[in-house]
């Protein structure tokens, strides 16, 4: 009996030490909302993944042997997004004053990135570039160069290029001054579709234990099992301590 009840933490401690495999850090300092999207993604992709969170923000850390992975899904699903800023942030009074240069370098920007925020907000896109070109006179004399925009979107395989391209055009002309009444090839579209990672296994966590998924039923019949047979052989060691007389006359090994 008692070398079953050793078998049983010995078991224990090996499960243990599986859980407790070396974490490493792969983004950090990110909202604490990329990171919740990052730890959903990677496990639903099958590669376990926690968030820490401090002051500066959130952590997110993956199993050691599965940085390269980690790496490649959240690469794929173009994570962690990219840091907008807007308009009333780019022309924020501080005190300085900025030259007619400056100022329309920085509403071009500007212009640029409240576009690329509106664009990654749509389904499936993984990520959005808008560069923008507002009308301008390269020197006196000659004639003023027209609004124009090119526009890079990188999406998922579920996204609807034909759908979408005229409401993403028209959105952008009417964003843009000057542009609304100029031709559609002012407004120039490139779509990439994202690369999916193929997963060779998928793993689910079956209590501390990362296993494969196909053989998680199997393993959760044998620790259950395990479990059973080291909570029958404790309650009998308890009952043998407390009435040893009756267990000796169960077993016949009372003296006639």
Not at 31 to 38: C, Q, S, T, V
Not at 53 to 76: F, R
Request: contains cysteine.
């Amino acid at each position: 009996m008692y070398k079953h009840i050793k078998c049983f933490f010995f078991i224990c401690a090996v499960l243990c030490l599986t859980a407790c495999s070396r974490t490493i850090e792969i983004q950090t300092n990110v909202p604490e909302n990329d990171a919740n999207e990052m730890v959903g993604v990677l496990l639903k992709q099958g590669v376990f993944a926690e968030k820490r969170t401090s002051k500066e923000g959130a952590t997110v850390l993956v199993p050691e042997a599965d940085i390269g992975q980690a790496m490649d899904i959240l690469t794929s699903h173009g994570l962690p997004r990219k840091q907008t800023t807007g308009l009333g942030e780019i022309f924020k009074k501080e005190g300085m004053i900025s030259t007619p240069l400056e100022e329309r370098a920085r509403y071009i920007f500007g212009l640029s990135q409240e576009l690329e925020k509106t664009l990654n907000q749509m389904d499936d896109v993984v990520s959005a570039r808008v560069h923008v070109v507002l009308p301008e006179r390269i020197a006196p004399g000659e004639p003023i160069m027209p609004s124009s925009a090119s526009i890079f979107i990188k999406h998922k395989k579920n996204f609807n290029i034909d759908l979408l391209t005229p409401r993403i055009r028209s959105m952008v002309s009417t964003s843009i001054p000057g542009l609304a009444d100029l031709p559609k090839d002012k407004i120039s579209m490139v779509f990439a579709e994202t690369q999916e990672v193929k997963i060779g296994l998928e793993w689910t966590m079956v209590g501390p234990v990362r296993v494969d998924a196909t053989s998680a039923a199997t393993l959760q019949i044998i620790l259950i099992s395990l479990f059973g047979f080291a909570a029958a052989c404790l309650g009998f060691g308890i009952f043998a301590l407390l009435k040893p007389h009756q267990v000796r006359k169960m077993l016949k090994l009372d003296k006639k």
